[in-house]
């Protein structure tokens, strides 16, 4: 499998917008992912859409954002 993707921040600074494009042996795809934060429900959110009809609806205490420190907390989903 290979996958290219970019990520921006939206304008804010609250959410990292991700684009990807894949292929693989099960077909070529294209996905779009949502990272951010809820202050009310003190939780990094994940949320992540493909062209294959899947998406992933995850959150956690805490997580590893490059640059900002290490995981302390596993995702619930």
């Known amino acids: 499998m290979t996958e290219n993707e970019k990520c ?3 304008e804010g600074g609250f959410y990292l917008v991700c684009h990807s494009d ?8 294209m996905g779009l992912s949502v990272m ?7 939780a990094y ?3 992540e859409f493909n ?4 998406f992933d ?3 956690a205490g805490s997580m590893a954002i490059p640059g900002l420190g ?4 596993k995702w619930a989903a």
């Open 8 to 10: 921006e921040w939206m």
């Open 22 to 29: 894949y292929k693989s042996s099960m077909g070529n795809g």
């Open 36 to 42: 951010g934060y809820s202050a009310d429900d003190k």
């Open 45 to 47: 959110t994940y949320r």
């Open 51 to 54: 062209s294959f009809g899947e």
């Open 57 to 59: 609806d995850s959150r």
């Open 70 to 73: 290490p995981a302390t907390k």
